[in-house]
């Protein structure tokens, strides 16, 4: 069975702090990766990858997709408060005809 | 662009009243997909449909749980009868899907908040 397995499921942090969201996964012919932050409302939408050992970036944020070893990790560096949210991780594999798996999500809550 | 409508935002309903949920997807969108959320089991897919027609309905609980997307711009997903382990944040999100595989970025509603007491 597909799964997807975030850890850690919560994480505490004060603002400035660096910190690393890891995402492992089993999916039948693995096609892509996302991640999505949640905070009081829906998902949005942060990353898709499909390649490894390119690194995507947007700002504070960063991820990396190993493939190999069937893993992803979301790096978030000078942590705000802002940040603070669920952050989501979702597997496509090509038996899966689309559907994204999530995983459970690390709440991730920033103190000033 | 609106996003994605759900409704209604919130419900309360008594043990065994049916329920149902609207979902309007982006326009242009073709994958349609309908989530619960729960703390316990976190985000589940029910169903999905691809250009109107359900692809995969694995995720359905059980009989109980029927859904319908009868053109583009429009699904339902009704509960009948209603018991309180269906109390759940409910998500519809859409995406424009490529090829057969490649769901791309799902857009999310902002979700229907079901208490069944």
């Known amino acids: 069975e597909d799964k997807v397995v975030q850890s850690p499921l919560s994480l505490v942090v004060h603002e400035g702090d660096t910190v690393t969201l890891n995402c492992s996964y089993e999916v039948t012919n693995f096609r892509s990766l996302l991640w999505y932050k949640q905070e009081k409302k829906a998902p949005t939408f942060l990353f898709m990858l499909?390649?490894?050992?390119i690194e995507k970036k947007s700002g504070r944020l960063s991820s990396i997709l190993d493939k190999k070893e069937l893993f992803s990790i979301l790096n978030i560096t000078a942590t705000q408060t802002g940040d603070s949210a669920i952050y989501l991780c979702?597997?496509?594999?090509?038996?899966?005809?689309?559907?994204?798996?999530f995983g459970q999500g690390t709440t991730l809550q920033v103190k000033p | 662009d609106a996003g994605v409508i759900q409704s209604p935002r919130h419900e309360v309903t008594e043990m065994g009243q049916e329920v149902t949920l609207r979902c309007k997807p982006i326009s242009g969108h073709n994958s349609l997909f309908w989530y619960r959320q729960t703390m316990m089991r976190g985000l589940e897919l029910l169903i999905y449909?691809?250009?109107?027609?359900?692809?995969?309905d694995s995720g359905m609980p059980e009989d109980r749980f029927s859904a319908k997307m009868p053109n583009a711009s429009f699904s339902t997903l009704k509960i009948q009868p209603s018991e309180p382990r269906d109390s759940a944040v409910y998500f519809c999100?859409?995406?424009?899907?490529?090829?057969?595989?490649?769901?791309?970025?799902?857009?999310f509603g902002e979700g229907s908040r079901l208490t069944v007491l």
């Open positions: 979702a597997v496509i594999g090509s038996s899966n005809t689309g559907k994204l798996i």
């Open positions: 449909f691809n250009n109107n027609v359900p692809i995969d």
């Open positions: 499909t390649s490894s050992g």
């Open positions: 999100a859409s995406s424009f899907q490529v090829r057969d595989w490649d769901t791309g970025e799902l857009f």
